[in-house]
């Protein structure tokens, strides 16, 4: 089986393949730091839209200065299997900008897929694809939300029994 987990070039050289033998390349991005509902029914509405769809991920350093300094919980060689583990997801690249811009700008998809907390306006390299797709929120799925969980149930250090 080849490797899912490409590099920026190699992401660029298989895209370009994939478009000129007619397939359609969906993109989202985002951290994933923890797996969640709202982030697989995303994955499965992006991969409806294309035939094929790519997964970026910011970097560890990426991730901890967006959301601090305690952050990733997962690394991201663990985001990026636990990501090509799932059914929709054909191809995952670590980015380590702070947006996926250059990115976008260098691999240009056919449609970039977003979560709906994002305004039209505000969507990061959508001036590099043919079409920007919002898809709404899961209510009371996130990230915060399940981290926020953990320590109102387990603050304390637990054993593993």
Same mark, same amino acid.
């Given at each position: 089986?080849?490797?899912?987990?490409?590099?920026?070039?190699?992401?660029?050289?298989?895209?370009?393949?994939?478009?000129?033998?007619?397939?359609?390349?969906?993109?989202?991005?985002?951290?994933?730091?923890?797996?969640?509902?709202?982030?697989?029914?995303?994955?499965?509405?992006?991969?409806?839209?294309?035939?094929?769809?790519?997964?970026?991920?910011?970097?560890?350093?990426?991730?901890?200065?967006l959301?601090?300094?305690?952050?990733?919980?997962?690394?991201?060689?663990?985001?990026?299997?636990?990501?090509?583990?799932?059914?929709?997801?054909?191809?995952?690249?670590?980015?380590?900008?702070?947006?996926?811009?250059?990115?976008?700008?260098?691999?240009? +998809?056919? /449609?970039?897929? !977003?979560?709906?907390?994002?305004?039209?306006?505000? &969507? %990061?390299? @959508?001036?590099?694809? $043919?079409?920007?797709?919002?898809? +709404?929120? /899961?209510?009371? !799925?996130?990230?915060?939300n399940?981290?926020?969980? &953990? %320590?109102? @149930?387990?603050?304390? $250090?637990t054993?593993?029994?």
């Amino acid at each position: 089986m080849k490797n899912r987990a490409l590099t920026r070039k190699e992401l660029q050289a298989e895209i370009k393949k994939l478009q000129k033998s007619g397939k359609k390349v969906v993109f989202t991005n985002g951290c994933f730091d923890l797996l969640h509902l709202g982030h697989t029914s995303l994955f499965k509405k992006a991969k409806s839209l294309g035939d094929v769809l790519v997964v970026a991920i910011n970097s560890d350093k990426s991730l901890s200065c967006l959301k601090g300094p305690k952050r990733p919980l997962v690394g991201e060689k663990d985001r990026a299997q636990l990501l090509l583990a799932l059914k929709p997801v054909d191809y995952v690249v670590v980015f380590g900008e702070q947006t996926p811009h250059e990115l976008l700008k260098a691999v240009k +998809p056919d /449609v970039l897929v !977003k979560g709906g907390d994002y305004k039209l306006q505000d &969507i %990061v390299g @959508r001036e590099f694809v $043919k079409k920007v797709y919002r898809y +709404p929120f /899961v209510k009371g !799925k996130s990230t915060t939300n399940l981290i926020n969980t &953990i %320590v109102e @149930r387990y603050g304390k $250090k637990t054993s593993s029994k």
